[in-house]
């Protein structure tokens, strides 16, 4: 196993995630490494083995996703019910912004 100790921007860069992220990993014990003042440095190997235990290894298929079911289903019917727009949508301005523009004479 390689002990390489890694600085938290380094395992940051490779995990693809910010660097509070690393150190709070490293707070919860999900990655091994080692203290120095207010840095660390984390084990290569440890980063390695935290890559494997979260890794996504079950393809999906389409019975995962029920996705078989319903295209060869013959009573699927969608929904009836209307649909509205969201109420939360945010309209388009109807004019240029400078209706809040006060001119001073």
Not at 6 to 34: H, I, T
Not at 66 to 82: E, V, Y
Not at 90 to 103: A, D, E, I, K
Request: hydrophobic share 30%; proline share 8%.
């Amino acid at each position: 196993m390689d002990r390489k100790p890694l600085l938290a921007k380094e395992v940051a860069n490779e995990l693809r995630c910010s660097r509070r992220q690393v150190y709070d990993l490293f707070k919860e014990g999900q990655l091994e490494g080692y203290r120095i003042g207010s840095s660390i440095r984390i084990y290569a190997d440890s980063v390695r083995n935290f890559m494997d235990r979260h890794a996504n290894t079950k393809a999906p298929d389409a019975t995962d996703t029920g996705l078989a079911s319903i295209n060869s289903s013959s009573d699927f019917k969608p929904s009836t019910l209307p649909l509205h727009p969201s109420k939360n949508r945010r309209q388009p301005p109807t004019s240029c912004g400078l209706r809040h523009l006060r001119l001073s004479p």
